[in-house]
């Protein structure tokens, strides 16, 4: 069984360019997340995918957008990239049976780079 | 605004001898508290939980202890082993959000 998987494992964009990050969930996981972590902090929600619909989004603005497709691999996109994006990005999928419950399978994460 | 806090960046444990991490929450509304355990270019691995309706939840080396009243949550390993040495993140999850929130997390060093 395969982990989650996430590409590229690093980037280096400047101000205002537009980034596509990518994720291959957990074989059966249908639910996908992502989560944004900063420098010394906790990773902060983005928003979740379920049967390829937005299922709930953090405090993000609307820059930040994703899809999911039926294969259940997963796409982060910010448009207008600014300073502050800089972070290490994190895709995380959920089994049908946990996923009331919080428990997450996380990737090694894309770390972005603004320069 | 912070909902979940871990007040302790760091802490150092002699090899055999007890960690306990520490997390404070604001919310009373949350289902369940989680740890994850994350060491450096990983992701975070899920590492134990509690539903919000117990107050004790054990696995192996691992304890968790849900207070409510404090809205207090505290990870004890036992005994504490060198390959423990990793960040510590406390989680809450409110099912009526699909989300996950994270505390800043705390840094585990186990010393032989």
């Known amino acids: 069984e395969t982990g989650v998987t996430q590409s590229p494992t690093h980037l280096i964009k400047t101000r205002g360019q537009q980034v596509t990050l990518r994720c291959s969930s957990q074989?059966?996981?249908?639910?996908v997340s992502w989560y944004q972590q900063a420098l010394g902090q906790g990773p902060q929600f983005i928003f979740q995918?379920?049967?390829?619909?937005?299922?709930g989004r953090g405090n993000f603005p609307p820059r930040f957008s994703g899809l999911q497709f039926p294969n259940y691999s997963s796409e982060l996109n910010v448009n207008a990239l600014e300073l502050d994006d800089s972070a290490l990005y994190l895709c995380?999928?959920?089994?049908?049976?946990?996923?009331?419950?919080?428990?997450?399978?996380f990737g090694e994460g894309s770390r972005l780079t603004v320069l | 605004d912070q909902q979940v806090k871990q007040n302790s960046p760091s802490l150092s444990v002699q090899e055999g001898r007890i960690s306990i991490l520490n997390c404070d929450y604001t919310?009373?509304?949350?289902?369940?508290f989680l740890w994850y355990k994350k060491y450096p270019a990983e992701g975070p691995t899920f590492l134990i939980s509690?539903?919000?309706?117990?107050d004790k939840n054990e696995d192996g080396r691992f304890t968790v202890f849900l207070n409510k009243s404090a809205k207090h949550l505290s990870l004890h390993i036992v005994p504490s082993q060198p390959g423990d040495s990793a960040v510590y993140f406390c989680?809450?999850?409110?099912?009526?959000?699909?989300?996950?929130?994270f505390g800043q997390g705390t840094r585990l060093t186990i010393n032989p």
């Open positions: 995380a999928s959920s089994r049908p049976g946990t996923v009331n419950t919080g428990e997450l399978f």
């Open positions: 074989s059966g996981h249908n639910t």
């Open positions: 995918y379920y049967r390829e619909e937005e299922n």
């Open positions: 919310n009373s509304m949350f289902d369940y």
């Open positions: 509690i539903s919000s309706i117990k």
């Open positions: 989680a809450t999850y409110f099912q009526g959000a699909q989300k996950l929130v």
